[in-house]
């Protein structure tokens, strides 16, 4: 059986005199310890890929590595983006390569790379010939007994697993299905998180996260959270992050404000009531009628109509007083006037 390959490398040189190397230098001088970290963070990247290179694309895969790098070096995407220019006019990494790619390597990555990956072919080959070379009677009689040997052991454990793992039988019914755990976890959370999209992306995100049952719980509440807060309700949750992204940058540790009424809302236009309408306290005046005064009129409630008035009264009539011409009492028309 041939050995599995290995992908990446799990170190890599670190060199003495990075700090004046004139690829990497310029870029420390002007931004500081900043560009240092950015440049080995890249590298770590590139070293463990399978194509030792790193995406910074403006894909989605892309932006979603550098938001995470920003947030790991805790700057944001301007100073990310004069620290890569620098880097790529000095040649640290590969200008060409970025622009055709939108990815991120060097001729010295892909040559200290391969010569790790030279020596792993040479040993893969001796280890192939080694194994395939004609043994003894009495090795192969010794091989057989420790292959049994451990193949009874192997068994004995497989079947520890099975009854560890197997779900009990329900009485008059059959096993139910073993469901993974993460899977579980990840649905309740798709199911809680208000935008639908990439969802393979979040659910590898997930899978890095591992969380577990507290942590669960403590992303849930988060979720519920933002989605009260001003940003995730603005323009329909135009805002909103995607999913594999808010799972990156384990945003369920920032802290909401929440809103106390939906974004957009008037509501305190609620306080207002039309006049005709009753408050608690029965203070704002009803539009019901009191019913036909004596000059056969209405009069709302609290009100009375200017005819009702005894000054407008004759001593001997229950009509209003009027004078020449039909003023009313009290007023004098326009022409009497002077």
């Given at each position: ?98 622009a055709k790619t939108g990815k991120l390597t ?149 802290e909401y404000e929440e809103v106390t009424q ?77």
């Open positions: 059986m041939a050995r599995p390959r290995k992908t990446g490398l799990d170190y890599f040189p670190h060199d003495v005199d990075v700090t004046t190397d004139p690829k990497i230098e310029p870029a420390i001088m002007r931004y500081g310890a900043a560009a240092y970290a950015f440049y080995f963070v890249h590298l770590e990247y590139c070293y463990r890929s399978d194509d030792l290179t790193v995406d910074i694309s403006a894909t989605e895969t892309g932006a979603e590595m550098r938001e995470v790098i920003q947030r790991k070096l805790h700057i944001d995407e301007q100073q990310y983006d004069n620290i890569l220019q620098s880097f790529l006019r000095h040649g640290a990494f590969d200008a060409d390569f970025y060097s001729h010295g990555i892909q040559k200290r790379a391969r010569k790790v990956f030279e020596k792993r072919e040479r040993e893969a080959e001796r280890y192939e010939s080694k194994i395939s070379a004609p043994i003894s009677a009495a090795e192969t009689g010794a091989e057989m007994t420790q292959s049994i040997a451990k193949k009874s052991i192997e068994n004995k454990s497989t079947e520890k697993k099975s009854i560890a793992t197997t779900p009990l039988t329900p009485a008059g019914g059959s096993a139910a299905p073993v469901i993974n755990i993460q899977e579980k976890r990840f649905e309740e959370f798709w199911a809680a998180y208000p935008k639908k999209t990439g969802k393979q992306a979040a659910f590898k995100s997930w899978q890095r996260v591992k969380p577990t049952a507290e942590l669960h719980a403590k992303i849930i509440k988060a979720v519920a959270t933002a989605k009260r807060t001003e940003q995730w309700q603005r323009e329909n949750g135009r805002f909103i992050p995607n999913p594999a992204t808010w799972l990156n940058q384990g945003r369920w540790d920032d939906p974004y957009g809302s008037n509501s305190q236009h609620s306080r207002f009531k039309l006049a005709w309408e009753e408050d608690d306290n029965d203070t704002v005046i009803n539009k019901q009628h009191t019913g036909p005064n004596k000059a056969g009129g209405f009069a709302l409630s609290g009100f009375h109509r200017a005819e009702d008035a005894e000054w407008c009264k004759d001593d001997d009539a229950d009509e209003p007083k009027k004078q020449d011409g039909g003023a009313l009492a009290g007023f004098k028309q326009s022409d009497d006037s002077g």
